[in-house]
């Protein structure tokens, strides 16, 4: 029994190592087709967040109108949504679930002031969430911010005082609408919470994963030093970091441990998108100049199977890939320097 049960569980692996070596082969071997998403005219746009299945969200930004401000927006079939602005003037998607569901952060500084205002989207329009009473907080707390948004609807986020400090993990339950719940125990060092898996565990920068008041440790490498996670899907971590004084990206199988995705790269100075996965493990990020980056423009965009290196991604010097969904197709933009507008794009392997 105990030989029987032994071959079966390295049939097993066998075929998975198949399975897997074949879906690296199918992705290096295909052609990515780009498609540009629609926004109407003038208007810049971007793709910030996926459904996993083929729809997206992000922003739009009319840029012939004066006094326009950026506007929440989701594509559908390659079909384009005003979601509008959540009652404020000025909103963009920072997640979206496998049901199409958004949250988001409507962000704008009038005089000194920060107002910032964590929504979700609710029946087919944005609905601000609800900042945490009197009772629940110190005095000074007035902005909260939305991180992602699980399969069930539940929204992840943080309130900060009006400087930004004091950062406090924080929980929209969908069952509890006029509700927000403090986080306890999840540290806040920094932003806090980074990003949100589907079942609710909830990625933190202090290199740590949160999930039902129990906190998991990701794992470190010799020689890498200032690690930093960002993005989480089912398990699968990436993030970025110095590995033997080289900027590198950064993967944590779903055991925890750390891994230099080779041939990466990053750069912070210019906002440009870094480093994305999917559910299977599938990475988007930066290139290093050896292969093919460009680290001072911050372009140059590769792919990974969880650790491995497996193609360079599109255009070199135009595609700059955000995220990367469940389906395969990767979300994302292009920027014009000559009209400073971006263009919302998909990437399709085929």
Not at 35 to 61: E, H, I, P
Not at 165 to 181: K, L, M, N
Request: charge should be neutral.
């Amino acid at each position: 029994m105990k030989l029987k049960s032994l071959g079966c569980a390295l049939l097993t692996l066998a075929l998975l190592t198949l399975s897997q070596t074949a879906e690296a082969a199918t992705t290096a071997a295909c052609s990515w087709t780009s498609t540009a998403l629609g926004a109407g005219s003038n208007v810049s746009a971007k793709v910030t967040a996926t459904d996993g299945r083929g729809g997206f969200a992000g922003w739009a930004l009319p840029t012939d109108r004066l006094g326009e401000t950026v506007r929440a927006a989701a594509w559908r079939n390659g079909t384009y949504t005003d979601l509008g602005t959540a009652g404020t003037n000025g909103a963009g998607v920072t997640a979206e679930n496998r049901s199409g569901a958004v949250a988001g952060t409507a962000f704008r500084s009038i005089t000194g002031v920060v107002i910032e205002k964590a929504f979700k989207s609710s029946g087919g329009t944005l609905v601000q969430l609800p900042f945490p009473t009197s009772s629940q907080l110190p005095a000074g707390y007035t902005r909260s911010a939305a991180v992602g948004i699980t399969d069930s609807g539940d929204v992840i986020g943080v309130v900060r005082k009006q400087d930004g400090s004091g950062v406090i993990a924080v929980r929209w339950a969908a069952d509890r609408p006029d509700a927000v719940t403090l986080l306890t125990g999840a540290p806040s060092s920094g932003i806090g919470p980074v990003a949100v898996d589907s079942d609710g565990s909830i990625l933190l920068n202090s290199s740590e994963i949160w999930r039902d008041g129990t906190l998991i440790r990701l794992g470190t490498l010799p020689g890498l030093k200032y690690a930093w996670p960002e993005a989480i899907k089912n398990g699968h971590v990436v993030g970025y970091g110095v590995y033997n004084g080289k900027s590198v990206g950064v993967y944590w199988d779903q055991q925890h441990a750390a891994h230099v995705l080779p041939n990466s790269s990053y750069n912070l100075s210019n906002g440009n998108p870094q480093f994305s996965v999917n559910a299977s493990g599938l990475i988007t990020g930066r290139l290093d100049e050896a292969n093919g980056g460009n680290d001072l423009a911050g372009t140059g965009y590769g792919l990974w199977d969880r650790g491995t290196f497996v193609a360079k991604f599109g255009d070199l010097k135009a595609d700059l890939p955000v995220v990367v969904g469940d389906d395969g197709s990767v979300g994302g933009y292009r920027y014009d320097s000559a009209t400073r507008h971006s263009t919302a794009y998909v990437w399709r392997c085929s």
